[in-house]
């Protein structure tokens, strides 16, 4: 099937109608196992991953995604497409704080147990890892391999977080400090990088701005969830606080529920919430 442009074609393998795609996923099915490329389900593990490696094994910039799958994605240039989603910013409450009490050891110790958890939480529900940026971890549901329920998603992605991170063993120093947001909107996915290689493969635009924002806004053990991503979800906020927030940048407030989520915070939570890496541009 032919595209009549290049976006066209992004959209359709953003929202799981890429023929080409779309056979490799059936094919792929019926190869053992787990985890496998977001994209064509190619498997990473067991015999089928083994069989595969040298052609669908793990992308190093990425290892939810293939290498043939970027490669191809390559041969195509830097682009993407708008498209719907659902994406879910987590981040530590009083990271700075925190930094100065444990050290840089310490600190890097929690950092990378924050991470294994967020991972985890956002591959089981069907999301990318997009990356790790500091103290925060974020999260894309693209309905290409999230579903069309993608909000739904994001959103038992942020509580399995927050419900980890509330563990007396999330880390070696114990339950870790983070507040998260869940927001769905449009916005531009795709690679980006020079127009000879690809170094990332991300989200751009308004919608990963607000959800930044609304993860800065979460308190510790809080999960900020904008209207639009509740009614996606089909999810009802009634018996929950609704709030009106600003976002930087934007003239209109956005509305969010806020839930609390896991065994409450934890002391540190009440350290001054370190400053946000910064919203990025669309």
Not at 166 to 183: K, L, N, Q, T, Y
Not at 224 to 233: Q, R, Y
Request: glycine share 14%.
């Amino acid at each position: 099937m032919g595209y009549e442009t290049p976006e066209a074609e992004w959209r359709a393998l953003l929202t799981g109608d890429h023929p080409g795609m779309l056979t490799l996923r059936r094919g792929f099915r019926h190869l053992p196992s787990a985890p496998r490329c977001k994209l064509c389900h190619a498997p990473f593990g067991g015999v089928g991953g083994l069989v595969l490696r040298p052609w669908f094994g793990p992308w190093e910039r990425n290892p939810q995604l293939c290498k043939n799958c970027m490669q191809a994605l390559t041969k195509r240039g830097v682009g993407g497409a708008e498209v719907e989603l659902s994406l879910l910013f987590a981040d530590i409450r009083g990271s700075t704080g925190l930094g100065e009490r444990l050290g840089s050891a310490g600190f890097t110790a929690l950092l990378n147990s924050f991470y294994r958890i967020a991972a985890a939480a956002i591959t089981e529900h069907d999301g990318i890892v997009d990356k790790f940026v500091g103290d925060e971890a974020i999260g894309l549901f693209i309905p290409s391999y999230s579903g069309l329920d993608h909000a739904a998603k994001g959103i038992d992605a942020g509580r399995t977080i927050l419900e980890a991170v509330s563990e007396p063993d999330a880390s070696d120093r114990g339950p870790i400090p983070v507040g998260a947001g869940v927001h769905t909107g449009v916005a531009f996915v795709g690679t980006v990088g020079s127009s000879e290689q690809i170094s990332d493969f991300t989200a751009l635009g308004d919608a990963v701005n607000t959800t930044a924002r609304l993860a800065s806004l979460a308190r510790a053990g809080e999960l900020l969830v904008s209207v639009a991503s509740a009614e996606h979800a089909g999810f009802d906020g009634s018996r929950l606080e609704r709030r009106r927030v600003e976002v930087r940048g934007r003239e209109a407030t956005i509305d969010v529920y806020a839930m609390e989520v896991g065994h409450g915070p934890s002391p540190e939570a009440n350290a001054p919430a370190a400053t946000s890496p910064g919203d990025r541009d669309g």
